[in-house]
């Protein structure tokens, strides 16, 4: 079973410029995931998908970020204007379902903002 | 929010053992533990749902005591390859909402 895909897996930019994150999940995972993890801190739920709807996004600062996961499968996070706090390793898992299953994780999408 | 894990960090000597405890304010459905190695992404340890079941896995258990939204990860005989830091990850009731605790850094030495 191939794993969850992520790119880019290193990515610099200036501040003010936009990026973009891609994350294609475990066929068949109806539960998509993305976290940012800064440094030293632990992975912070941005969005989370069921199917192509949003079960939570309360922490995603809107006014910057956006997602979304068109047909429930394969999503994108994107950055835009970046600023100097927004580097951190963007990760994405997915899950079988909600709560009873493990999330398998990606290999992450390193940001750094210059 | 954010459920508090403690300690912050603790430091083994091969062959001890160590409790991580996960705390949270919110009604959880299940939690879950992972371990995250430096520069790594977080590996599956073990899933716990609520009924207040215990698990094990070779050397390493937990607890979840539901009504109290508690649970506890027990590392015994503690081996080198059970360094990094440790996460609880908890599903909210009702919403689903998966989030991860505040993290314990663990350090076995030889």
């Known amino acids: 079973e191939a794993g969850v895909a992520q790119s880019p897996r290193y990515k610099i930019i200036e501040k003010r410029q936009s990026v973009a994150f891609w994350c294609n999940p475990i066929s068949g995972h109806a539960t998509l995931y993305w976290y940012q993890q800064i ?34 499968v394969d999503s994108t996070l994107k950055i835009q204007p970046a600023k100097l706090e927004d580097s951190a390793v963007y990760l994405c898992a997915s899950s ?14 390193r940001l750094t903002v210059l | 929010q954010q459920p508090v ?75 080198l390859s059970y360094s990094g830091t440790y996460f609880c990850g908890t599903a909210t009731s009702g919403t689903y909402k998966y989030i991860f605790g505040t993290g314990t850094r663990l350090k076995v030495l030889a």
């Not at chain 2, 083994?12 to 009604?27: H, M, Q």
Request: proline share 3%; net charge positive.
């Open chain 1, 96 to 109: 079988r379902g909600q709560g009873t299953g493990e999330l398998f994780f990606g290999e992450g999408s």
């Open chain 2, 5 to 79: 894990q403690s300690p912050q960090a603790v430091i083994l000597r091969e062959g001890e053992d160590a409790v991580i405890n996960c705390s949270s304010s919110k009604a959880l459905y299940s939690v879950h533990w992972y371990r995250q190695k430096h520069g790594e992404a977080p590996v599956f340890l073990m899933i716990l749902l609520k009924g207040g079941e215990q698990k094990g896995h070779d050397k390493i258990s937990a607890s979840f005591n539901e009504k109290k939204q508690q649970s506890s990860l027990y590392l015994t005989a503690s081996q």
């Open chain 1, 39 to 72: 440094l030293g801190q632990g992975p912070k739920l941005l969005i989370q998908f069921q199917n192509n709807g949003v079960v939570d996004d309360s922490q995603l600062p809107k006014d910057r970020f956006s997602a979304e996961r068109l047909k429930g």
